[in-house]
């Protein structure tokens, strides 16, 4: 089984750069969400995606979308960066059915906006 | 709003010193809450997931339960290997909540 894995590993943009983050679902798993985690807090919810459709949204601004492919993958684009999305980005699979939202994580891309 | 809180947010053990972590939280609709462990700079692994209160799930030296309002990560007579932040999250329809982790430090 093949777990989450997400690319690249480090980034290093600068202020008003674009960006585009990728993941791997673990096999068999049809739903991704994408986290934004700053340094000493937990992980925020920016959205998830299932049957390649925006499925849930956090409190971010639509400079942040994302893409899910036929194939489970997905991509999280961040349109004019700003500082202070410097960050550990993480993308999380699971398999979307009633009752359970159990999700597996990758290792996370670190964002660094200078 | 919704709110998931842990406590402390740090905590210092020596090896073999039992305790337990809290995550209280309020939310309109929980659909489960889950705990992971994460080590510095990775992602975080999966734990436990708990659905309802009075539900407890154990694995190795960790003990998991639920409560309407909060749910307790007990860590019996843990190693150093445990070392790591504790994250809690509930799941309110689509909507993953975090709490800020609970730093686990355990000296030998």
């Known amino acids: 089984e093949t777990g989450v894995t997400q690319s690249p590993t480090h980034l290093i943009k600068t202020r008003g750069q674009q960006v585009t983050l990728r993941c791997s679902s673990q096999?068999?798993?049809?739903?991704v969400s994408w986290y934004q985690q700053a340094l000493g807090q937990g992980p925020q919810f920016i959205f998830q995606?299932?049957?390649?459709?925006?499925?849930g949204r956090g409190n971010f601004p639509p400079r942040f979308s994302g893409l899910q492919f036929p194939n489970y993958s997905s991509e999280l684009n961040v349109n004019a960066l700003e500082l202070d999305d410097s960050a550990l980005y993480l993308c999380?699979?699971?398999?979307?059915?009633?009752?359970?939202?159990?999700?597996?994580f990758g290792p996370g891309t670190r964002l660094t906006v200078l | 709003e919704d709110q998931v809180t842990q406590s402390p947010e740090a905590l210092r053990l020596q090896e073999g010193e039992s305790s337990s972590l809290n995550c209280s939280y309020t939310?309109?609709?929980?659909?489960?809450l889950f705990w992971y462990r994460q080590d510095p700079g990775k992602g975080p692994e999966f734990l436990f997931t708990?659905?309802?209160a009075g539900e407890e799930k154990e694995k190795e030296r960790l003990k998991a339960t639920l409560t309407k309002k909060e749910s307790f990560l007990h860590i019996t007579a843990p190693k150093p290997e445990d070392s790591a932040t504790y994250l809690c999250?509930?799941?309110?329809?689509?909507?993953?909540?975090f709490g800020a982790g609970t730093r686990l430090t355990v000296k030998p």
């Open positions: 999380a699979s699971s398999f979307r059915f009633a009752g359970t939202n159990e999700q597996f």
């Open positions: 708990l659905y309802s």
């Open positions: 995606y299932y049957r390649e459709e925006e499925n």
């Open positions: 999250a509930v799941d309110n329809n689509n909507d993953m909540r």
């Open positions: 939310v309109s609709g929980l659909r489960g």
């Open positions: 096999s068999g798993h049809n739903t």
